[in-house]
Protein backbone atom coordinates (compact mmCIF):
# COMPACT_ATOMS: atom_id res chain seq x y z
CA UNK A 1 0.00 0.00 0.00
CA UNK A 2 0.93 3.63 -1.09
CA UNK A 3 2.25 5.50 2.43
CA UNK A 4 -0.71 8.28 2.64
CA UNK A 5 0.48 11.92 3.08
CA UNK A 6 -1.99 14.11 4.90
CA UNK A 7 -0.33 17.76 3.93
CA UNK A 8 -0.59 17.25 0.05
CA UNK A 9 0.15 20.73 -0.63
CA UNK A 10 2.97 21.27 1.48
CA UNK A 11 6.13 19.30 1.58
CA UNK A 12 8.37 19.13 4.96
CA UNK A 13 11.65 21.52 3.75
CA UNK A 14 14.80 21.46 5.20
CA UNK A 15 14.89 24.67 6.43
CA UNK A 16 15.37 26.87 9.66
CA UNK A 17 12.10 28.13 10.90
CA UNK A 18 12.27 31.74 11.09
CA UNK A 19 9.68 33.98 13.36
CA UNK A 20 6.43 33.93 11.23
CA UNK A 21 7.07 29.84 9.82
CA UNK A 22 4.70 27.24 11.99
CA UNK A 23 6.81 24.22 13.06
CA UNK A 24 6.59 21.29 10.52
CA UNK A 25 5.44 18.22 12.06
CA UNK A 26 5.83 14.92 11.17
CA UNK A 27 3.05 12.64 12.72
CA UNK A 28 3.76 9.06 12.70
CA UNK A 29 0.74 6.34 12.72
CA UNK A 30 2.07 2.54 12.47
CA UNK A 31 -1.98 1.81 12.77
CA UNK A 32 -3.62 1.52 8.88
CA UNK A 33 -5.88 4.24 8.03
CA UNK A 34 -9.19 2.22 7.72
CA UNK A 35 -11.87 4.62 6.69
CA UNK A 36 -14.73 4.61 9.06
CA UNK A 37 -12.37 3.59 11.89
CA UNK A 38 -12.19 4.99 15.57
CA UNK A 39 -8.21 5.47 14.88
CA UNK A 40 -8.46 6.53 11.38
CA UNK A 41 -10.74 9.57 12.27
CA UNK A 42 -8.99 10.90 15.06
CA UNK A 43 -5.43 10.86 13.20
CA UNK A 44 -7.48 12.67 10.23
CA UNK A 45 -9.11 15.37 12.12
CA UNK A 46 -6.07 15.84 14.10
CA UNK A 47 -3.89 16.53 11.40
CA UNK A 48 -6.59 18.30 9.27
CA UNK A 49 -7.24 20.44 12.44
CA UNK A 50 -3.43 21.55 12.96
CA UNK A 51 -3.45 22.46 9.24
CA UNK A 52 -6.21 24.65 9.60
CA UNK A 53 -4.03 26.66 12.50
CA UNK A 54 -0.95 26.52 9.56
CA UNK A 55 0.85 24.03 10.65
CA UNK A 56 2.42 22.24 7.90
CA UNK A 57 2.30 18.16 8.76
CA UNK A 58 3.12 14.78 7.07
CA UNK A 59 1.12 12.14 8.21
CA UNK A 60 3.52 9.01 7.79
CA UNK A 61 0.76 5.75 7.79
CA UNK A 62 -0.89 3.30 5.11
CA UNK A 63 -4.29 2.89 4.15
CA UNK A 64 -5.53 -0.67 3.35
CA UNK A 65 -7.83 -3.20 5.20
CA UNK A 66 -8.25 -3.68 8.50
CA UNK A 67 -6.28 -6.99 8.57
CA UNK A 68 -3.44 -8.63 7.81
CA UNK A 69 -1.13 -11.70 8.60
CA UNK A 70 1.44 -10.99 10.33
CA UNK A 71 4.04 -10.59 7.59
CA UNK A 72 1.27 -8.17 6.28
CA UNK A 73 1.79 -6.49 9.59
CA UNK A 74 5.54 -6.67 10.01
CA UNK A 75 6.06 -5.53 5.94
CA UNK A 76 3.88 -2.11 7.17
CA UNK A 77 5.87 -1.77 10.33
CA UNK A 78 8.85 -1.53 8.07
CA UNK A 79 7.25 0.76 5.65
CA UNK A 80 5.82 3.31 8.11
CA UNK A 81 9.48 3.11 9.46
CA UNK A 82 11.62 3.40 6.71
CA UNK A 83 9.14 6.22 5.33
CA UNK A 84 9.30 7.92 8.30
CA UNK A 85 13.45 8.09 9.08
CA UNK A 86 13.94 9.46 5.94
CA UNK A 87 11.59 12.58 6.55
CA UNK A 88 12.74 13.07 10.21
CA UNK A 89 15.39 15.21 9.85
CA UNK A 90 13.11 17.76 7.90
CA UNK A 91 10.68 17.54 11.02
CA UNK A 92 10.79 20.60 13.51
CA UNK A 93 8.80 18.02 15.87
CA UNK A 94 7.66 13.98 15.79
CA UNK A 95 3.67 13.25 16.89
CA UNK A 96 3.94 9.64 17.38
CA UNK A 97 0.23 7.50 17.84
CA UNK A 98 1.53 5.86 20.63
CA UNK A 99 2.61 2.17 19.51
CA UNK A 100 5.35 -0.03 20.06
CA UNK A 101 6.38 -0.27 16.50
CA UNK A 102 7.35 2.69 16.69
CA UNK A 103 10.38 2.48 18.74
CA UNK A 104 13.25 2.78 16.22
CA UNK A 105 11.45 6.11 14.84
CA UNK A 106 11.52 7.18 18.91
CA UNK A 107 15.11 6.30 19.22
CA UNK A 108 15.99 7.89 16.05
CA UNK A 109 14.10 11.36 17.25
CA UNK A 110 15.98 11.19 20.81
CA UNK A 111 19.36 10.89 18.65
CA UNK A 112 18.29 14.31 16.85
CA UNK A 113 17.28 15.88 19.44
CA UNK A 114 13.76 16.26 17.75
CA UNK A 115 11.18 16.97 20.04
CA UNK A 116 8.61 14.43 20.21
CA UNK A 117 4.59 14.50 21.38
CA UNK A 118 2.87 10.84 22.25
CA UNK A 119 -0.76 9.91 22.11
CA UNK A 120 -1.76 7.49 24.38
CA UNK A 121 -5.30 6.03 23.93
CA UNK A 122 -5.04 2.98 26.40
CA UNK A 123 -2.37 1.51 28.91
CA UNK A 124 -0.01 -0.74 27.37
CA UNK A 125 -2.69 -4.35 28.06
CA UNK A 126 -5.02 -2.55 25.17
CA UNK A 127 -2.48 -3.20 22.81
CA UNK A 128 -2.17 -7.07 22.83
CA UNK A 129 -6.18 -7.04 22.87
CA UNK A 130 -5.90 -5.35 19.75
CA UNK A 131 -2.78 -7.76 18.66
CA UNK A 132 -2.77 -10.90 20.57
CA UNK A 133 -0.32 -12.72 18.04
CA UNK A 134 2.10 -10.05 19.80
CA UNK A 135 1.39 -11.24 23.73
CA UNK A 136 4.11 -13.81 24.21
CA UNK A 137 6.78 -10.22 23.61
CA UNK A 138 4.79 -8.38 25.76
CA UNK A 139 7.44 -7.73 28.50
CA UNK A 140 10.05 -6.46 25.69
CA UNK A 141 7.32 -4.26 23.99
CA UNK A 142 5.85 -2.97 26.97
CA UNK A 143 9.47 -2.07 27.99
CA UNK A 144 9.80 -0.62 24.82
CA UNK A 145 6.85 1.70 24.80
CA UNK A 146 7.81 2.68 28.48
CA UNK A 147 10.71 3.96 27.09
CA UNK A 148 9.48 6.08 24.55
CA UNK A 149 7.12 7.77 26.76
CA UNK A 150 10.47 8.32 29.36
CA UNK A 151 12.11 10.43 26.28
CA UNK A 152 8.93 11.95 24.88
CA UNK A 153 9.31 15.77 25.15
CA UNK A 154 5.51 15.48 26.50
CA UNK A 155 2.38 13.03 26.38
CA UNK A 156 -0.98 13.78 25.57
CA UNK A 157 -3.60 11.51 26.57
CA UNK A 158 -7.10 10.86 26.23
CA UNK A 159 -8.94 10.95 29.70
CA UNK A 160 -7.30 12.04 32.37
CA UNK A 161 -6.65 8.69 34.31
CA UNK A 162 -4.66 8.26 31.53
CA UNK A 163 -2.90 11.14 31.92
CA UNK A 164 -1.60 9.99 35.78
CA UNK A 165 -0.82 6.81 34.26
CA UNK A 166 1.45 7.75 31.14
CA UNK A 167 3.19 10.39 33.81
CA UNK A 168 3.97 7.27 36.56
CA UNK A 169 5.65 5.14 33.53
CA UNK A 170 7.54 8.12 31.77
CA UNK A 171 8.42 9.66 35.56
CA UNK A 172 7.90 13.22 34.65
CA UNK A 173 4.68 15.41 34.65
CA UNK A 174 4.92 16.57 30.95
CA UNK A 175 1.29 15.19 30.38
CA UNK A 176 -1.56 17.01 29.00
CA UNK A 177 -5.50 15.64 28.99
CA UNK A 178 -6.85 15.99 25.16
CA UNK A 179 -9.66 13.63 24.77
CA UNK A 180 -11.48 12.61 22.27
CA UNK A 181 -14.16 14.64 19.90
CA UNK A 182 -16.85 14.45 17.45
CA UNK A 183 -16.76 16.05 14.20
CA UNK A 184 -19.88 18.20 14.42
CA UNK A 185 -20.40 19.29 10.80
CA UNK A 186 -21.53 15.28 10.41
CA UNK A 187 -22.65 14.89 13.48
CA UNK A 188 -25.31 17.09 14.64
CA UNK A 189 -29.30 17.10 15.68
CA UNK A 190 -29.98 18.83 12.17
CA UNK A 191 -30.19 16.84 8.96
CA UNK A 192 -32.17 13.63 8.10
CA UNK A 193 -33.66 10.93 10.28
CA UNK A 194 -33.92 7.53 9.35
CA UNK A 195 -37.60 6.14 8.67
CA UNK A 196 -37.91 2.57 10.17
CA UNK A 197 -41.87 1.36 10.71
CA UNK A 198 -41.04 1.27 14.75
CA UNK A 199 -38.86 3.11 17.14
CA UNK A 200 -35.80 1.52 17.97
CA UNK A 201 -32.63 2.13 20.25
CA UNK A 202 -29.02 1.96 18.29
CA UNK A 203 -25.71 1.03 18.61
CA UNK A 204 -22.51 1.48 16.30
CA UNK A 205 -19.38 -0.06 15.81
CA UNK A 206 -17.73 -3.57 15.64
CA UNK A 207 -19.21 -6.56 16.87
CA UNK A 208 -17.08 -7.69 19.46
CA UNK A 209 -18.19 -8.99 22.84
CA UNK A 210 -16.44 -5.86 24.70
CA UNK A 211 -18.73 -3.49 23.32
CA UNK A 212 -21.65 -5.18 25.14
CA UNK A 213 -23.01 -7.37 22.05
CA UNK A 214 -24.10 -10.32 24.30
CA UNK A 215 -25.40 -7.30 26.87
CA UNK A 216 -28.07 -5.94 24.09
CA UNK A 217 -29.20 -8.91 22.43
CA UNK A 218 -30.40 -10.25 26.26
CA UNK A 219 -31.13 -6.91 27.09
CA UNK A 220 -33.72 -6.84 24.26
CA UNK A 221 -35.24 -10.27 24.88
CA UNK A 222 -35.56 -8.98 28.55
CA UNK A 223 -39.40 -8.89 30.18
CA UNK A 224 -38.40 -5.08 30.77
CA UNK A 225 -37.37 -4.45 27.58
CA UNK A 226 -40.53 -1.86 26.35
CA UNK A 227 -43.33 -3.52 24.25
CA UNK A 228 -42.89 -2.60 19.88
CA UNK A 229 -38.95 -0.88 20.47
CA UNK A 230 -36.61 -2.36 18.15
CA UNK A 231 -33.13 -2.97 18.87
CA UNK A 232 -30.55 -1.60 16.12
CA UNK A 233 -27.29 -2.98 15.58
CA UNK A 234 -25.24 -1.16 12.75
CA UNK A 235 -21.42 -2.94 12.57
CA UNK A 236 -19.62 -5.68 11.05
CA UNK A 237 -18.85 -9.26 12.94
CA UNK A 238 -15.60 -8.72 14.75
CA UNK A 239 -15.75 -11.92 16.72
CA UNK A 240 -16.78 -14.54 15.04
CA UNK A 241 -18.19 -16.68 17.74
CA UNK A 242 -20.97 -13.90 17.51
CA UNK A 243 -21.74 -14.60 13.99
CA UNK A 244 -24.59 -17.16 14.75
CA UNK A 245 -26.16 -14.94 17.07
CA UNK A 246 -26.53 -12.26 15.23
CA UNK A 247 -27.45 -13.44 11.79
CA UNK A 248 -30.08 -15.58 13.69
CA UNK A 249 -31.28 -12.79 14.96
CA UNK A 250 -35.35 -11.63 15.01
CA UNK A 251 -37.98 -9.05 16.67
CA UNK A 252 -37.18 -6.68 18.50
CA UNK A 253 -33.43 -7.36 17.02
CA UNK A 254 -32.27 -5.56 13.54
CA UNK A 255 -28.33 -6.48 12.51
CA UNK A 256 -27.40 -4.13 9.58
CA UNK A 257 -24.06 -5.13 9.43
CA UNK A 258 -21.80 -2.52 8.12
CA UNK A 259 -23.52 0.71 7.82
CA UNK A 260 -21.37 3.88 5.83
CA UNK A 261 -20.08 6.07 7.83
CA UNK A 262 -22.69 9.09 5.83
CA UNK A 263 -25.46 6.99 6.49
CA UNK A 264 -24.84 7.16 10.53
CA UNK A 265 -25.92 10.49 11.31
CA UNK A 266 -29.86 10.15 10.30
CA UNK A 267 -29.93 6.59 12.60
CA UNK A 268 -28.84 8.03 15.14
CA UNK A 269 -30.97 11.02 14.99
CA UNK A 270 -34.10 8.79 14.68
CA UNK A 271 -33.08 6.87 17.61
CA UNK A 272 -35.12 6.98 20.93
CA UNK A 273 -31.85 5.96 22.94
CA UNK A 274 -28.24 5.48 21.80
CA UNK A 275 -26.31 2.68 23.03
CA UNK A 276 -22.87 2.34 24.57
CA UNK A 277 -23.14 -0.56 26.79
CA UNK A 278 -19.35 -1.54 26.91
CA UNK A 279 -17.78 -4.67 29.05
CA UNK A 280 -14.55 -4.70 30.52
CA UNK A 281 -13.23 -8.15 30.10
CA UNK A 282 -9.55 -7.47 30.13
CA UNK A 283 -9.75 -5.16 33.01
CA UNK A 284 -8.49 -2.45 31.58
CA UNK A 285 -11.42 0.17 31.90
CA UNK A 286 -9.60 1.65 34.94
CA UNK A 287 -8.01 3.68 33.01
CA UNK A 288 -11.13 5.64 31.63
CA UNK A 289 -12.80 5.01 27.99
CA UNK A 290 -14.24 7.88 26.02
CA UNK A 291 -14.96 5.36 22.49
CA UNK A 292 -15.61 7.74 19.48
CA UNK A 293 -19.27 6.83 19.12
CA UNK A 294 -19.98 8.56 22.37
CA UNK A 295 -19.21 11.84 21.44
CA UNK A 296 -20.41 11.16 17.71
CA UNK A 297 -24.00 9.91 19.43
CA UNK A 298 -24.58 12.99 21.47
CA UNK A 299 -23.66 15.41 18.91
CA UNK A 300 -26.55 14.27 16.86
CA UNK A 301 -28.91 15.15 20.11
CA UNK A 302 -30.36 11.95 21.42
CA UNK A 303 -29.54 10.70 24.66
CA UNK A 304 -26.95 7.93 25.18
CA UNK A 305 -26.84 4.96 27.51
CA UNK A 306 -23.25 4.15 29.01
CA UNK A 307 -21.70 1.44 31.43
CA UNK A 308 -20.69 3.03 34.60
CA UNK A 309 -16.94 3.05 33.63
CA UNK A 310 -14.37 6.12 34.33
CA UNK A 311 -14.48 8.65 31.36
CA UNK A 312 -18.06 8.39 29.64
CA UNK A 313 -19.70 7.61 32.88
CA UNK A 314 -18.57 10.74 33.64
CA UNK A 315 -19.10 12.86 30.61
CA UNK A 316 -22.91 11.46 30.91
CA UNK A 317 -23.47 12.63 34.58
CA UNK A 318 -21.48 15.76 34.30
CA UNK A 319 -23.43 16.59 31.14
CA UNK A 320 -27.14 15.51 31.86
CA UNK A 321 -26.88 14.33 28.56
CA UNK A 322 -28.23 10.33 29.28
CA UNK A 323 -28.08 7.31 31.63
CA UNK A 324 -25.35 5.04 33.31
CA UNK A 325 -26.03 1.82 34.46
CA UNK A 326 -23.81 -1.36 35.68
CA UNK A 327 -21.70 -2.92 32.99
CA UNK A 328 -23.13 -6.28 31.97
CA UNK A 329 -26.08 -5.74 32.99
CA UNK A 330 -28.94 -6.29 30.52
CA UNK A 331 -32.21 -6.29 33.12
CA UNK A 332 -30.68 -2.37 33.75
CA UNK A 333 -30.10 -1.83 30.08
CA UNK A 334 -33.82 -2.37 29.74
CA UNK A 335 -35.02 -0.54 32.32
CA UNK A 336 -32.75 2.35 31.08
CA UNK A 337 -34.29 2.08 27.21
CA UNK A 338 -38.05 1.58 28.81
CA UNK A 339 -37.42 5.04 30.89
CA UNK A 340 -36.29 6.99 27.96
CA UNK A 341 -39.29 5.64 25.81
CA UNK A 342 -41.87 6.99 28.93
CA UNK A 343 -40.13 9.95 28.90
CA UNK A 344 -39.91 11.84 25.56
CA UNK A 345 -39.92 14.94 26.88
CA UNK A 346 -36.86 14.16 29.41
CA UNK A 347 -34.92 12.37 26.78
CA UNK A 348 -35.08 15.14 24.12
CA UNK A 349 -33.88 17.57 27.05
CA UNK A 350 -30.87 14.78 27.93
CA UNK A 351 -30.41 15.22 23.96
CA UNK A 352 -30.27 18.90 23.69
CA UNK A 353 -27.54 18.95 26.37
CA UNK A 354 -25.34 16.49 25.16
CA UNK A 355 -25.15 18.08 21.33
CA UNK A 356 -24.94 21.10 23.08
CA UNK A 357 -22.00 19.87 24.96
CA UNK A 358 -19.99 18.71 22.31
CA UNK A 359 -20.61 21.44 20.34
CA UNK A 360 -19.12 23.66 23.04
CA UNK A 361 -16.31 21.38 24.69
CA UNK A 362 -15.52 18.37 22.47
CA UNK A 363 -15.59 18.92 18.86
CA UNK A 364 -12.52 17.57 16.92
CA UNK A 365 -11.84 21.28 16.33
CA UNK A 366 -11.59 22.23 20.02
CA UNK A 367 -9.27 19.11 20.39
CA UNK A 368 -7.07 20.45 17.57
CA UNK A 369 -6.84 23.66 19.13
CA UNK A 370 -6.02 22.16 22.69
CA UNK A 371 -3.35 19.80 20.46
CA UNK A 372 -1.85 22.95 19.04
CA UNK A 373 -1.41 24.52 22.71
CA UNK A 374 0.52 21.42 23.76
CA UNK A 375 3.07 21.86 20.30
CA UNK A 376 3.43 25.38 21.15
CA UNK A 377 4.48 24.50 25.18
CA UNK A 378 6.54 21.67 24.03
CA UNK A 379 8.62 24.24 21.53
CA UNK A 380 8.79 27.43 23.26
CA UNK A 381 6.12 29.35 21.26
CA UNK A 382 3.70 29.90 23.66
Given at each position: ???????????????????????????????????????????????E???????????????????????G???????V????L??????????????????????????????????????????????????????????????Q???????I??????????????????????????????????????????????????????H???????????????????????????????????????????????V??????????????????????????????T????????????????????????????????L????????????????????????????A????????????????????????T??G??
Amino acid sequence: MALYKAASSQNLRALPLNATEKPRILYVCCERIVPGSAAATHVLEICEGLERRGYPVTLVAERGASRSGLAGQLGRYARVTLSALAKLRRADLVYFRSHFAAFPIALAAKIFGKPVIQEINGVYAEAFVTHPRFKRLKGILTSLQRLQYRWASALIAVTPQLVAWGSAEAGHARAFHVGNGANTKVFSPEGPCAERERPYAFFFGGMTRWHGVEVMLKAARSPAWPAGVELVMAGPIVDESLRTALEGASAPVTWLDRVPQAELPALIRSAVAALVPSVDPSGITAHGITPLKLFEMLACGRPVIVSDFPGMADIVRGGGCGLVVPSGAPGALAHAVARLVADPSGATAMGAAGAALIATAHSWDVRAAETAEVIRTVLGTE
